[in-house]
């Protein structure tokens, strides 16, 4: 018996809600009940590629025109059953990004957006083409949708000035999402946000403006990217995010989280938010562009000085200098991720929970001070020839235990250099990691004398309490390091002459998991056997207690 159709109209549609929109769309046929309560389902989401998708339906073909129909018939249904039962819009998504003309459906996109309107619609997402042989223009019932909250316009959308002068009625809009969209005057993205007050969100990426004053180009050539953003007055604003525009001024004194990305590489960027003094989330992206002034220690002094709030800081891609001196009492997160030139990181952060690195370089990274929670995420590339220097980088953090270690391996070593085993013995204490990741990216040129060195790195510089192999065809090391572990591998261990033991002889306990079968009791050779069958990704996880 179906308890479930007994329930509230409400609680159904909270049950909606947390489903994927494939999955709730099923539920409609389970019974007359279920239909009923998906056909009052206030939250709308469509995406053309649910009913059809270039590959198998090419453009122009009759085929596609009458799928296209059945998502015409589909959303149309929808919405005037919503409006016919007087019932309030929640949330209204359309995503036609897979439809390079909208000619045929153009008209009915704006039947849609006008239902969904004058339904209180609170969330309205549209997510076009913008290849699109003619860009869509934004309906006039968007900008007097009083209900609006959220607004989210991408891709093949214009924004007419003219559209602009009435009456705009956005005072409810909290979260406010442009990228590639297209307006007909400069002065209309700052009109666009300055009626906006209470948003609390901004995300903008690339979009353009139509020059009028340019007669060089064609009218369809007219179009040039957005050089520059204001957002001043906006006394509700916490969070921005902005992409691919090179002058960027914030004004907001209650921000809390930017992201800045300069997308261009080759273009320099202008970016002031001095004001933003309540900052505690910062995030840069790409800041290489050539003439840039590398990231040093100066940055770092004159940001904490002008934000001391800031928790967390992100770098990704950016240049640096070669030494870098951080220092900051509040920092609770800290993450590099590729960024050029570093050679030494010294961190003074005595609150820091996680530090994140993420690149080639292998940079002497020194923790002056910090908090005895601190964890510590590693990933980089690695060959045998750089193993050396990944002990070493991984030594200089004796004071911490490693969250985990992610590592890319290469096999490409000289097989005549009798100083490369030497190379990967460790006299000292090596360092605690929780969990080691390990991916072969090439294959070995000799299989045997790479096990047994990666064997010795393993044993030697580092002891993980859970080793995982990511591979996808077959990880050659996987079967000599589980004989090793069992003890079936014979042979001398590298520390046999020497007088302190590693980790292996003390090894007293190893479970082995998949992510690939749902067996759990599934031994070795099965899981070996399982994952040979597959070319996707697969993991092999080791647990180890001494």
């Given at each position: 018996?179906?308890?479930?159709?007994?329930?509230?109209?409400?609680?159904?549609?909270?049950?909606?809600?947390?489903?994927?929109?494939?999955?709730?769309?099923?539920?409609?046929?389970?019974?007359?009940?279920?239909?009923?309560?998906?056909?009052?389902?206030?939250?709308?989401?469509?995406?053309?590629?649910?009913?059809?998708?270039?590959?198998?339906v090419?453009?122009?073909?009759?085929?596609?025109?009458?799928?296209?129909?059945?998502?015409?018939?589909?959303?149309?249904?929808?919405?005037?059953?919503?409006?016919?039962?007087?019932?309030?819009?929640?949330?209204?998504?359309?995503?036609?990004?897979?439809?390079?003309?909208?000619?045929?459906?153009?008209?009915?996109?704006?039947?849609?957006?006008?239902?969904?309107?004058?339904?209180?619609?609170?969330?309205?997402?549209l997510?076009?083409?913008?290849d699109?042989?003619?860009?869509?223009?934004?309906?006039?019932?968007?900008?007097?949708?009083?209900?609006?909250?959220?607004?989210?316009?991408?891709?093949?959308?214009?924004?007419?000035?003219?559209?602009?002068?009435?009456?705009?009625?956005?005072?409810?809009?909290?979260?406010?999402?442009?990228?590639?969209?297209?307006?007909?005057?400069?002065s209309?993205?700052?009109?666009?946000?300055?009626?906006?007050?209470?948003?609390?969100?901004?995300?903008?990426?690339?979009?353009?403006?139509?020059?009028?004053?340019?007669?060089e180009?064609?009218?369809?050539?007219?179009?040039?990217?957005?050089?520059?953003?204001?957002?001043?007055?906006?006394q509700?604003?916490?969070k921005?995010?902005?992409?691919?525009?090179?002058?960027?001024?914030?004004?907001s004194?209650?921000?809390?989280?930017?992201c800045?990305?300069?997308?261009?590489?080759n273009?320099?960027?202008?970016?002031?938010?001095?004001?933003?003094?309540?900052?505690?989330?910062?995030?840069?992206i790409?800041?290489?562009?050539?003439?840039?002034?590398?990231?040093?220690?100066?940055?770092?002094?004159?940001?904490?000085?002008k934000?001391?709030?800031?928790?967390?800081?992100?770098?990704?891609?950016?240049?640096?200098?070669?030494?870098?001196?951080?220092?900051?009492?509040?920092?609770?997160i800290?993450?590099?991720?590729?960024?050029?030139?570093?050679?030494?990181?010294?961190?003074?952060?005595?609150?820091?929970?996680?530090?994140?690195?993420?690149?080639?370089?292998?940079?002497?990274?020194?923790?002056?001070?910090?908090?005895?929670?601190?964890?510590?995420?590693?990933?980089?590339?690695?060959?045998?020839?750089?193993?050396?220097?990944?002990?070493?980088?991984?030594?200089?953090?004796?004071?911490?235990?490693?969250?985990?270690?992610?590592?890319?391996?290469?096999?490409?070593?000289?097989?005549?250099?009798?100083?490369?085993?030497?190379?990967?013995?460790?006299?000292?204490?090596?360092?605690?990691?929780?969990?080691?990741?390990?991916?072969?990216?090439?294959?070995?040129d000799?299989?045997?004398?790479?096990?047994?060195?990666?064997?010795?790195?393993?044993?030697?510089?580092?002891?993980?309490?859970?080793?995982?192999?990511?591979?996808?065809?077959?990880?050659?090391?996987?079967?000599?390091?589980?004989?090793?572990?069992?003890?079936?591998?014979?042979?001398?261990?590298?520390?046999?002459?020497?007088?302190?033991k590693?980790?292996?002889?003390?090894?007293?306990?190893?479970?082995?998991?998949?992510?690939?079968?749902?067996?759990?009791?599934?031994?070795f050779k099965?899981?070996?056997?399982?994952?040979?069958?597959?070319?996707?990704?697969?993991?092999?996880t080791?647990?180890?207690?001494?």
């Amino acid at each position: 018996m179906d308890r479930f159709s007994a329930l509230p109209k409400i609680i159904l549609h909270d049950i909606l809600v947390r489903l994927p929109v494939k999955d709730a769309a099923k539920t409609s046929v389970l019974s007359k009940a279920w239909n009923d309560t998906w056909f009052s389902f206030p939250n709308l989401s469509v995406c053309s590629e649910d009913f059809f998708s270039e590959d198998d339906v090419p453009a122009g073909n009759r085929q596609r025109f009458r799928k296209l129909d059945i998502l015409i018939n589909y959303v149309t249904k929808r919405l005037l059953r919503l409006r016919d039962q007087g019932l309030a819009i929640k949330k209204f998504k359309l995503d036609l990004q897979n439809l390079d003309d909208l000619t045929h459906v153009s008209h009915h996109v704006d039947q849609w957006i006008q239902m969904a309107c004058e339904s209180g619609v609170q969330v309205l997402e549209l997510y076009l083409n913008d290849d699109c042989v003619r860009w869509y223009e934004l309906p006039l019932c968007v900008i007097e949708a009083k209900s609006l909250i959220e607004l989210e316009l991408l891709g093949g959308i214009k924004i007419d000035q003219e559209l602009l002068k009435h009456s705009m009625k956005f005072s409810s809009v909290k979260m406010l999402f442009l990228s590639r969209v297209l307006f007909t005057h400069e002065s209309a993205i700052e009109y666009l946000i300055s009626h906006c007050p209470l948003t609390e969100r901004f995300i903008m990426g690339v979009c353009y403006i139509y020059n009028h004053l340019s007669t060089e180009h064609l009218p369809a050539d007219r179009i040039e990217k957005v050089e520059s953003l204001s957002l001043q007055s906006l006394q509700k604003l916490k969070k921005v995010d902005v992409e691919g525009i090179p002058e960027v001024h914030i004004d907001s004194p209650n921000l809390e989280e930017l992201c800045y990305q300069a997308w261009d590489l080759n273009a320099p960027f202008k970016l002031n938010f001095d004001s933003c003094t309540n900052l505690r989330c910062l995030q840069l992206i790409d800041l290489k562009s050539t003439g840039c002034t590398a990231i040093a220690d100066k940055w770092f002094l004159e940001l904490f000085s002008k934000f001391p709030f800031i928790e967390n800081l992100k770098l990704f891609n950016c240049s640096m200098s070669e030494r870098i001196n951080i220092s900051s009492p509040q920092l609770k997160i800290l993450q590099l991720r590729f960024c050029s030139k570093l050679k030494k990181v010294n961190v003074d952060a005595p609150n820091l929970l996680l530090f994140d690195y993420s690149g080639d370089d292998k940079p002497v990274i020194s923790f002056m001070r910090s908090s005895n929670q601190l964890e510590v995420n590693i990933s980089t590339n690695v060959d045998f020839r750089h193993f050396y220097s990944l002990r070493e980088f991984t030594r200089n953090m004796p004071q911490v235990i490693l969250a985990s270690l992610s590592l890319s391996i290469g096999h490409s070593f000289p097989d005549d250099d009798p100083y490369m085993p030497a190379l990967l013995v460790s006299s000292t204490t090596p360092p605690s990691i929780k969990h080691l990741v390990l991916r072969e990216y090439s294959p070995p040129d000799s299989e045997a004398l790479y096990s047994q060195l990666l064997m010795n790195y393993l044993l030697s510089n580092c002891f993980p309490k859970t080793i995982s192999f990511i591979y996808h065809r077959r990880f050659s090391f996987i079967e000599f390091f589980y004989e090793k572990l069992m003890g079936s591998e014979k042979g001398e261990c590298y520390c046999s002459s020497g007088d302190r033991k590693c980790w292996w002889h003390a090894l007293k306990i190893v479970s082995i998991s998949c992510s690939f079968m749902t067996d759990e009791n599934a031994d070795f050779k099965a899981m070996l056997d399982a994952s040979a069958r597959s070319f996707e990704e697969k993991t092999i996880t080791f647990s180890l207690e001494l």
